[in-house]
């Protein structure tokens, strides 16, 4: 079984502190992704990416950065939490190399809150 | 940019039947729908890769139109498992880029 983890399952920060957020998969997985959920907005996507040390902007980067150091972790950085942060953050992984067709599988959620 | 949902929500009793539609202005290369119950992650249901495919999960299943750049997912004879919310996510081009999800459709099912 795929197991996609996320190191918190709630998070409470200040404005202007720095947030990580770690996600692992167990795997192999060569793509990874962080989404972002907010109620009727759907999943939106922040930054993916397909192999270890290379990440790609998705369709809200703004405020984000991302870490891939290994195949197995990927990290979301916020460099200076705000308000406007505040969601529902959604790690998922694929199996990679036959691009993006295939099942992802999502990690449980890391709820955060900013302050 | 993200692909319609319609409907947004949608209440059944159970037996019910039900159909969420997912359309795109732009080509469509595949279809992913995923099925996330409430306080849980997202998982998915089937991918829909050729247009005029139909494919099944339990009694949910879905076809892909790729003229009209939409997919529809039929729910028959619904069950209160089925409850949750569910997300149609679109591929832009043929394996190069990561799918773009809906906003999703909320379905309750009651007894």
């Known amino acids: 079984d795929v197991k996609v983890t996320q190191s918190s399952r709630y998070l409470v920060k200040r404005t202007g502190e720095k947030v990580f957020l770690e996600c692992v998969q167990d795997m192999d997985h060569e793509n990874m992704f962080w989404y972002r959920q907010d109620p009727g907005l759907g999943l939106r996507l922040i930054y993916f990416s397909y192999d270890v040390k290379m990440k790609e902007k998705g369709d809200i980067p703004e405020g984000y950065s991302v870490s891939r150091e290994k195949k197995e972790r990927f990290s979301l950085i916020l460099e200076s939490a705000s308000t406007n942060q505040t969601s529902m953050y959604l790690c998922a992984s694929s199996l990679g190399g036959t691009g993006f067709q295939e099942t992802q599988y999502f990690g449980p959620g890391t709820r955060l809150l900013v302050l | 940019q993200q692909p319609v949902q319609s409907p947004q929500a949608v209440i059944l009793r159970e037996g019910e039947d039900a159909v969420i539609n997912c359309s795109s202005s732009k080509a469509l290369y595949s279809v992913h729908w995923y099925r996330q119950k409430h306080g849980e992650a997202p998982v998915f249901l089937m991918i829909?890769?050729?247009?005029?495919e139909q494919k099944g999960h339990e009694k949910i299943s879905a076809s892909f139109n790729e003229k009209k750049q939409q997919s529809s997912l039929y729910l028959t004879a619904s069950q209160l498992s089925y409850s949750g919310t569910y997300f149609c996510g679109t591929e832009r081009r043929s394996g190069n880029t990561p799918l773009v999800f809906g906003k999703g459709t909320r379905l309750s099912v009651i007894a």
């Open positions: 829909l890769l050729k247009g005029g």
